[in-house]
Antibody, heavy 127, light 107 residues
Framework: QVQLVQSGAEVKKPGASVKVSCKAS????????LSWVRQAPGQGLEWMGW????????HYAQKFQGRVTVTTDTSTSTAHMELRSLKSDDTAVYYC????????????????????WGQGTLVTVSS | EIVLTQSPATLSLSPGERATLSCRAS??????LAWYQQKPGQAPRLLIY???NRATGVPARFSGSGSETDFTLTISSLESEDFAVYYC?????????FGGGTKVEIK
């Protein structure tokens, strides 16, 4: 079954960077894109960015442009999200989420809906 | 960037009642809209995709409708486990985005 296992909670000081990882299993990693979504305490869901595991193409929310980088390591089926210049309002639970869809023997049909989510990683930014 | 606006922010209903949640897009998303349910301490759960298709394992009391800019999630008869926060999400164009959420609470 599809599993996305994220790295553990982090505590960072303002101005620092954080890198959260998301290890995938149970499917062919290259066939699906991955998004990063965050949720501040008591707030809604905020989409941050997406990466194609196949070719590394990325899309980012304008709010995070220049401050976030999403990468993949296909050798370990792991996605990473690095957020730099942290501020206190970056305190949130960060989720990875896989594109939905399916693969036949010859083609994959995927879409950017999120059936599978990681367990979330709490990042706390505090001086 | 497409902005999704959900209403109402909070819906207070009793078990057995019908819930109607709205999601309005700032421009057309065609039918590329999904709904998620989130309970405290849990990751969101995909309920509906492409406006009206139920995801695997989602009960038939959940249904979605709409097109272009106006969408509705209907829960025909609320069960105790349905009290949660619901989000809409569009995938028509980059950047992807979520609505602000509707909390369905017990009256």
């Amino acid at each position: 079954q599809v599993q996305l296992v994220q790295s553990g909670a982090e505590v960072k000081k303002p101005g620092a960077s954080v890198k959260v990882s998301c290890k995938a299993s149970g499917y062919t990693f290259l066939n699906y894109g991955l998004s990063w979504v965050r949720q501040a305490p008591g707030q809604g869901l905020e989409w941050m960015g997406w990466i194609s595991a196949y070719n590394g193409n990325t899309h980012y929310a304008q709010k995070f442009q220049g401050r976030v980088t999403v990468t993949t390591d296909t050798s370990t089926s792991t996605a990473h999200m690095e957020l730099r210049s942290l501020k206190s309002d970056d305190t949130a639970v960060y989720y990875c989420a896989r594109d939905d869809g399916y693969c036949s023997s010859t083609n994959c049909y995927t879409n950017e809906y999120f059936q599978h989510w990681g367990q979330g990683t709490l990042v706390t930014v505090s001086s | 960037e497409i902005v999704l606006t959900q209403s109402p922010a909070t819906l207070s209903l009793s078990p057995g009642e019908r819930a109607t949640l709205s999601c309005r897009a700032s421009q057309s998303v065609s039918t590329y809209l999904a709904w998620y349910q989130q309970k405290p301490g849990q990751a969101p759960r995909l309920l509906i995709y492409d406006t009206s298709n139920r995801a695997t394992g989602v009960p038939a009391r959940f249904s979605g409708s709409g097109s272009e800019t106006d969408f509705t999630l209907t829960i025909s008869s609320l069960e105790s486990e349905d009290f949660a926060v619901y989000y809409c999400q569009q995938r028509t164009t980059w950047p992807l985005g979520f609505g602000g959420g509707t909390k369905v609470e017990i009256k």
